[in-house]
């Protein structure tokens, strides 16, 4: 049985972490979903950057669009509904099969809204709108603003991945946030079945910290975050507020273990998959580490539900002067700056290849 089926079984989601037209047209994302037990997947600028940027793949679909008068960004949105709504529709029986556990696909709002909580709210509840499909994750940002956005969408009915998460704390004001919206629903006398996941980036830590620290805590500050995470979701799955809410017909926020592709070349090319074994959790894997944990991964056991060591490494890391709070609180920030920074690119990007294309039907047009 291959180490994919074998966490699939254990009760864990892996999903791609990774979306390109041509995954879509060639058949490799049906054959990550019928062989490598794929059943979602989640996106973000970076990856619609790189996927644009690479071959003309996109580049009918940009003249088309171009020739309308649409904008850089309304181009993108439009592009990325069409690819994702394509991919929601092949995890459309894993969604169903699930009763909407699974089977999701993400879209992100446009990172330049992360400071402003009514626009994010108005953009979430406008893209899932459009995108019509019920297993479409909305992307916000686990930031101060983003918490009261979250709320409010959920109350709304809009499924949420809450990304940039880095800390147990920031986990937790997720899951509030959460909760107070999936509240307000049963007062409202509404299904209080509304998609939602919460995103805790891993890898970023320890690329913070491996060049700051002996080789014996490298590459085990993120995997000790987690299973302090862990720890919390367990303990929220078991408490009275959350039972009541479950009585109630409410569906969990599931864990997502974001960032898992190994960044030091000196480590395992698995490490964080394997670490981050957990049941009622979800990996997103990139490609590369999808087909490494395929390959030659191994299932070695599973996060332990009281933390295990989580506290014990994470006091060694404080002993060297690694402040935690404070290290989320930034890598929190810079992700956020990093998101800005890949969605510039990208609609520069679209602006540019659009011009291009312009250019170069008048140039046809003109010859003799």
């Known amino acids: 049985m291959r180490p994919t089926r074998q966490l699939h079984d254990l009760g864990q989601s892996l999903w791609l972490d990774n979306i390109t037209r041509v995954l879509l047209t060639d058949g490799t994302l049906r054959r990550y979903i019928r062989d490598l037990s794929v059943t979602g997947l989640t996106s973000n600028p970076t990856i619609f950057d790189k996927a644009i940027k690479d071959g003309g793949h996109y580049d009918a679909a940009i003249r088309q669009k171009t020739a309308k008068g649409k904008s850089a960004e309304a181009l993108f949105f439009e592009l990325a509904l069409e690819d994702l709504t394509q991919a929601a529709d092949l995890f459309r029986p894993v969604h169903n099969s699930t009763d909407g556990v699974d089977g999701w696909v993400s879209l992100e709002v446009s990172p330049l809204l992360a400071s402003d909580t009514g626009r994010t709210i108005d953009a979430a509840a406008q893209l899932h709108r459009r995108a019509q499909r019920p297993n479409l994750l909305i992307k916000i940002p686990g930031t101060p603003e983003g918490v009261a956005a979250i709320e409010e969408s959920i109350f709304g009915g809009v499924p949420v991945n809450v990304t940039l998460l880095f800390s147990r704390e920031q986990y937790l004001a997720?899951?509030?946030?959460?909760?107070?919206?999936?509240?307000?629903?049963?007062?409202?006398?509404?299904?209080?079945?509304?998609?939602?996941?919460?995103?805790?980036?891993?890898?970023?830590?320890?690329?913070?910290?491996?060049?700051?620290?002996?080789?014996?805590?490298?590459?085990?500050?993120?995997?000790?975050?987690?299973?302090?995470?862990?720890?919390?979701?367990?303990?929220?799955?078991?408490?009275?507020?959350?039972?009541?809410?479950?009585?109630?017909?409410?569906?969990?926020?599931?864990?997502?273990?974001?960032?898992?592709?190994?960044?030091?070349?000196?480590?395992?090319?698995?490490?964080?998959?394997?670490?981050?074994?957990?049941?009622?959790?979800?990996?997103?894997?990139?490609?590369?580490?999808?087909?490494?944990?395929?390959?030659?991964?191994?299932?070695?056991?599973?996060?332990?539900?009281?933390?295990?060591?989580?506290?014990?490494?994470?006091?060694?890391?404080?002993?060297?002067?690694?402040?935690?709070?404070?290290?989320?609180?930034?890598?929190?920030?810079?992700?956020?700056?990093?998101?800005?920074?890949s969605w510039q690119d990208l609609v520069g990007c679209i602006a540019a290849k659009s011009g291009l294309l312009e250019r170069v039907d008048q140039a046809g047009t003109e010859q003799p």
Not at 241 to 249: D, E, I, T
Not at 257 to 265: E, I, N, R, V, Y
Not at 277 to 304: C, M, Q, S, W, Y
């Open 174 to 341: 997720a899951a509030e946030a959460y909760m107070r919206g999936i509240e307000r629903r049963i007062a409202a006398g509404l299904d209080p079945k509304v998609g939602c996941v919460a995103s805790i980036f891993i890898s970023r830590w320890d690329v913070a910290v491996n060049d700051k620290v002996p080789g014996r805590l490298r590459n085990r500050l993120g995997i000790a975050i987690a299973k302090r995470a862990y720890k919390a979701y367990r303990e929220l799955l078991g408490s009275p507020h959350w039972r009541k809410l479950a009585s109630a017909g409410a569906r969990s926020q599931r864990l997502l273990w974001a960032s898992t592709g190994t960044k030091d070349p000196d480590a395992r090319d698995t490490l964080y998959v394997e670490a981050l074994a957990a049941p009622d959790t979800i990996n997103t894997l990139p490609d590369r580490t999808l087909h490494a944990f395929a390959d030659h991964g191994e299932l070695k056991g599973v996060l332990p539900v009281d933390g295990g060591d989580a506290e014990e490494v994470l006091a060694e890391f404080t002993r060297i002067g690694i402040d935690d709070a404070a290290l989320a609180a930034q890598l929190q920030r810079e992700g956020a700056e990093s998101f800005d920074e």
